[in-house]
């Protein structure tokens, strides 16, 4: 199918959605962005520049930007979610009625509903119907790295070879590479829990603890989301690829990342209530840490980096206390990604 003819909705105007519009526009494709709101459609379609979410990069004069869902997807061939993880079940119920038979489906999205806990292509399918064809596409990928064409590189994961085979195609470009998977549970999970063990990472950053520590969290946590992941029927091998270690490492060490940076400005001494109230963005692994223990929870897994990070987040625990707690734990024989 020639470039010219295939056409992409992209379903929210944040950093990462309005990246991959970028993306996809760079490549010739149709873009329609939709927002949420009708006064940022509006604003965006003024001014050309997401002033909110990825400021200084100017949207092509090509790319539709509407508020309408219907007029967004009527006519597209691919539907790419990217809402907050905590707005995909009304955003994905906006789709409800809309005939998506012929649409290929791409949740971008990273996070763990709170009442379900369900991951967000189990959201999608619970609104929209298992007959849909759907995969998800996540990995090392920050925002404004992606919209500057720097390196880049992703993983699409479906149940289906070739919609997999469709998502990689799409993405592609000569600075973004697309690997494929059909670890859709191992995709989403890393993709999710990173952001709780990256604002570990900030944590111990604005606390001064130094590379050991932060190297320390970097493998024990990636443990921690492998073995949740496996008994989850996730495969092992997928925690040590783009969309786990990678992903991992990136959220953690970036200064762009908006998990890292709210877990150093913890560490520095201020509250979960005083930082959020200073940002607009969404701050994915605060609501992921209490999903994750949960399901840690349900599957009898251990989570004892995420656990303590719940408990500075929501339980008025002091950092340094937190710290002290992990290093208490009996030390017995070292689990590792290839037992």
Same mark, same amino acid.
């Given at each position: 199918?020639?470039?010219?003819?295939?056409?992409?909705?992209?379903?929210?105007?944040?950093?990462?959605?309005?990246?991959?519009?970028?993306?996809?526009?760079?490549?010739?494709?149709?873009?329609?962005?939709?927002? @949420? $709101?009708?006064?940022?459609?509006?604003?965006l379609s003024e001014?050309?520049?997401?002033?909110?979410?990825?400021?200084?990069?100017?949207?092509?004069?090509?790319?539709?930007?509407?508020?309408?869902?219907?007029?967004?997807?009527?006519?597209?061939?691919?539907?790419?979610?990217?809402?907050?993880?905590? $707005?995909?079940?009304?955003?994905?119920?906006?789709?409800?009625?809309?005939?998506?038979?012929?649409?290929?489906?791409?949740?971008?999205?990273?996070?763990? %509903?709170?009442? *379900?806990? $369900?991951?967000?292509?189990?959201?999608?399918?619970?609104?929209?119907?298992? &007959?849909?064809?759907?995969?998800?596409? =996540?990995?090392?990928?920050?925002?404004?790295?992606?919209?500057?064409?720097?390196?880049?590189?992703?993983?699409?994961?479906?149940?289906?070879?070739?919609?997999?085979? =469709?998502?990689?195609e799409i993405f592609?470009?000569?600075?973004?590479?697309?690997?494929?998977?059909?670890?859709?549970?191992?995709?989403?999970?890393?993709?999710?829990?990173? &952001?709780?063990?990256?604002?570990?990472?900030?944590?111990?950053?604005?606390?001064?603890?130094?590379?050991?520590?932060?190297?320390?969290? $970097?493998?024990?946590?990636?443990?921690?989301?492998? *073995?949740?992941?496996?008994?989850?029927?996730?495969?092992?091998?997928?925690?040590?690829?783009?969309?786990g270690m990678g992903?991992?490492? *990136?959220?953690?060490?970036?200064?762009?990342?908006?998990?890292? =940076?709210?877990?150093?400005?913890?560490?520095?001494?201020?509250?979960?209530?005083?930082?959020?109230?200073?940002?607009?963005?969404?701050?994915?692994?605060?609501?992921?840490?209490?999903? @994750?223990?949960?399901?840690?929870?349900?599957?009898?897994?251990?989570?004892?980096?995420?656990? %303590?990070?719940?408990?500075?987040?929501?339980?008025?625990?002091?950092?340094?206390?937190?710290?002290?707690?992990?290093?208490?734990?009996?030390?017995?024989?070292?689990?590792?990604?290839?037992?």
């Amino acid at each position: 199918m020639p470039s010219s003819k295939i056409c992409t909705s992209v379903i929210g105007d944040g950093g990462w959605g309005t990246t991959l519009s970028l993306l996809l526009s760079r490549k010739g494709y149709e873009v329609r962005l939709w927002s @949420a $709101f009708p006064d940022y459609a509006k604003l965006l379609s003024e001014k050309r520049e997401n002033v909110k979410f990825l400021p200084g990069v100017p949207l092509p004069k090509e790319m539709r930007i509407s508020s309408d869902i219907r007029e967004a997807v009527d006519g597209s061939d691919f539907v790419i979610l990217a809402p907050p993880s905590h $707005f995909m079940r009304d955003v994905a119920g906006r789709l409800k009625g809309i005939d998506l038979s012929k649409k290929i489906v791409v949740s971008v999205s990273k996070g763990i %509903e709170d009442k *379900t806990l $369900f991951r967000m292509s189990e959201v999608v399918n619970d609104l929209l119907g298992k &007959n849909i064809l759907l995969a998800v596409l =996540s990995g090392p990928t920050i925002a404004p790295e992606v919209a500057r064409a720097l390196p880049a590189m992703a993983v699409a994961a479906s149940a289906d070879p070739k919609v997999a085979k =469709s998502v990689q195609e799409i993405f592609t470009t000569e600075t973004f590479g697309v690997y494929v998977s059909d670890d859709i549970v191992g995709v989403e999970l890393g993709g999710s829990l990173k &952001n709780v063990i990256a604002i570990a990472a900030g944590i111990s950053e604005g606390l001064g603890l130094g590379t050991n520590a932060q190297a320390a969290l $970097f493998t024990r946590g990636l443990v921690e989301i492998a *073995t949740l992941g496996m008994k989850m029927g996730a495969r092992l091998e997928t925690f040590s690829g783009l969309s786990g270690m990678g992903d991992l490492v *990136t959220t953690c060490l970036s200064a762009q990342s908006r998990n890292r =940076s709210l877990g150093e400005q913890i560490g520095k001494g201020k509250s979960l209530q005083e930082i959020l109230k200073g940002t607009e963005m969404v701050v994915e692994g605060v609501r992921t840490a209490q999903a @994750a223990l949960l399901l840690g929870k349900k599957y009898r897994v251990e989570l004892p980096i995420i656990e %303590e990070v719940k408990a500075v987040l929501y339980d008025g625990k002091e950092p340094l206390a937190a710290v002290k707690d992990l290093m208490a734990r009996r030390h017995g024989e070292e689990i590792t990604l290839g037992v």
